[in-house]
C-alpha cells in the first residue's frame, strides 16, 4: 500500500521519485497526457493507495480544450477517483503558471480554471496550489518555458514535504491547503 499515488501528466511524470520525507509514492503519471485520457484510463490499474494527487489541466490547453472542458473533466475524473478508491484522499495540484503559458496568452484563463477546480474541491477534495512557490519564475524552468528544472523539483520537495506529510496523515474531510 502506498501513501500518495500520483497521476497526471510530465509535470509529474518527470518528478520521478519524489523525496517527501518518508512517504512511501508512486508515481504514474505519464507524458502529453490530457485530462480526458485519464478520464478514459482504466483506474484499475493504480496500486493501492490511501491518497491520489492528480495534476493535468495543462496539456489541454495546448490542444485548444476550452476553460470548461477542462474543469468538467478535472472534476469529472476526480469524482470517477472517489468512487473507484472510496477510502483513497482525493489531491489537486494546480495547473502551474509558467513562461510557455505567458507567451501563450494563457495565463488568466489558467488562474480562471485553478479557481473554479479549488471551488469544486472545496469540501470534497484536497486542492494545492503550488503556483506561488515556482510563481512562473524562468529560473525554476528549463528552455521549454513549460517543464521544471531539477533544482525547481529540489525546492517543491523541501516546499512540499511538510505539507504533503500533513496530508498525508489525514484520512477523513477535505482540508485547504490553500488561501482560495
Known amino acids: 500500500m502506498f501513501d500518495i499515488t500520483m497521476i497526471g501528466s510530465s509535470i509529474f511524470e518527470f518528478w520521478g521519485q519524489p523525496k517527501w520525507g518518508q512517504l512511501r ?6 507524458r502529453s497526457t490530457q485530462s480526458e485520457d485519464w478520464l478514459n484510463y482504466d483506474l484499475t490499474n493504480l496500486p493501492a493507495s490511501n491518497h491520489i494527487l492528480v495534476y493535468c489541466g495543462s496539456n489541454d490547453l495546448i490542444f ?9 473533466n478535472v472534476c469529472t475524473l476526480l469524482d470517477k477517483l472517489a468512487e473507484h478508491f472510496p477510502n483513497a ?8 503558471l509558467c513562461p510557455q ?5 494563457q495565463l488568466q484563463i489558467i488562474n480562471d480554471i485553478n479557481q473554479q477546480i ?9 486542492y494545492f496550489d503550488f503556483n506561488d512557490f515556482i510563481d512562473n519564475d524562468d529560473k525554476w ?10 533544482q525547481a523539483y529540489t525546492m517543491l520537495n523541501e516546499k512540499l514535504t511538510p505539507i504533503l506529510t500533513q496530508w498525508a496523515k489525514q484520512n477523513s474531510k477535505a482540508t485547504k491547503f490553500n488561501d482560495n
Open 118 to 126: 479549488a471551488n469544486y474541491c472545496h469540501y470534497k477534495y484536497d
Open 25 to 30: 509514492i508512486s508515481n504514474c503519471a505519464v
Open 89 to 96: 484522499r482525493l489531491g489537486y495540484f494546480s495547473i502551474m
Open 101 to 105: 503559458k505567458s507567451q501563450a496568452k
Open 64 to 72: 485548444d480544450k476550452s476553460a470548461t472542458q477542462i474543469i468538467g
Open 141 to 150: 524552468f528549463v528552455e521549454d518555458g513549460l517543464h521544471l528544472t531539477e
